[in-house]
């Protein structure tokens, strides 16, 4: 992670959920992340669906799309049909939900005018009633801000590089199962060679 933005919302993330694999969402307290938030996000995911939309979003990150994101599907900010997107931000949103650990992305954005932006993308697990496939807590940071902020919009995004945090490597598209499989437990899932191994014995191949 290079943005200070993603550093302290990992970080805040990462005290929260202490030994489980992620926190509530619930326990998120905003005023303690409140210099975060013009950044952050949170998605709802609908796995049957394939689909996540926000939840909420930043003030500056609406600025960036010039448009309010409440409501707005995820797949919409990479200038995406939720279609269209099953190898670019629903493969992000899979890995997170599925194996319960964090992913952090850099990624370009594009305006009409040709303008550019580098961003870091942070997606991380949230519990929502006990499951691990219902919210996500995110943010999506600017390197710099640009002068046009707010002026010129971003209409696509597209991915320049893509790390997982936690202790599983990020599968290839042809491991993905076509339906999501069942939460994850709150214990960490830990490796065993090629697999990963979670509460109550499920296998998942890595």
């Known amino acids: 992670m290079k943005h200070p933005t993603s550093r302290l919302l990992h970080a805040y993330w990462d005290r929260l959920r202490g030994e489980r694999a992620a926190p509530e969402r619930s ?5 303690e992340i409140r210099n975060l938030l013009a950044d952050s996000l949170i998605l709802e995911i609908e796995p049957q669906r ?18 309010e994101l409440r409501g707005s599907a995820f797949s919409d900010l990479w200038g995406m049909s939720d279609g269209d997107a099953a190898q670019g931000p629903w493969r992000l949103v899979e890995t997170v939900a599925m194996d319960t650990v964090g992913v952090v992305a ?26 691990t496939q219902a919210r996500m807590l995110g943010a999506l940071s600017p390197h710099c801000v640009p002068p046009w902020l707010g002026l010129h919009p971003v209409i696509r995004l597209e991915a320049t590089s893509l790390r997982m945090l936690g202790p599983a490597a990020i599968p290839d598209a042809s491991d993905l199962p076509a339906d999501m499989p069942a939460a994850a437990n709150d214990p960490l899932p830990v490796r065993r060679g090629h697999l990963m191994v979670h509460e109550g014995g499920r296998l998942q191949r890595t």
Request: hydrophobic content about 35%; glycine content about 14%.
């Open 27 to 31: 326990e998120i307290e905003p005023g």
């Open 106 to 131: 850099g990624l370009r954005g594009h305006t009409a005018r040709d303008g550019t932006i580098d961003l870091e993308l942070l997606l991380l697990p949230l519990r929502h009633r006990g499951r």
């Open 50 to 67: 394939r689909h996540a939309s926000v939840r909420l979003a930043g003030t500056r990150l609406c600025a960036l799309f010039g448009r």
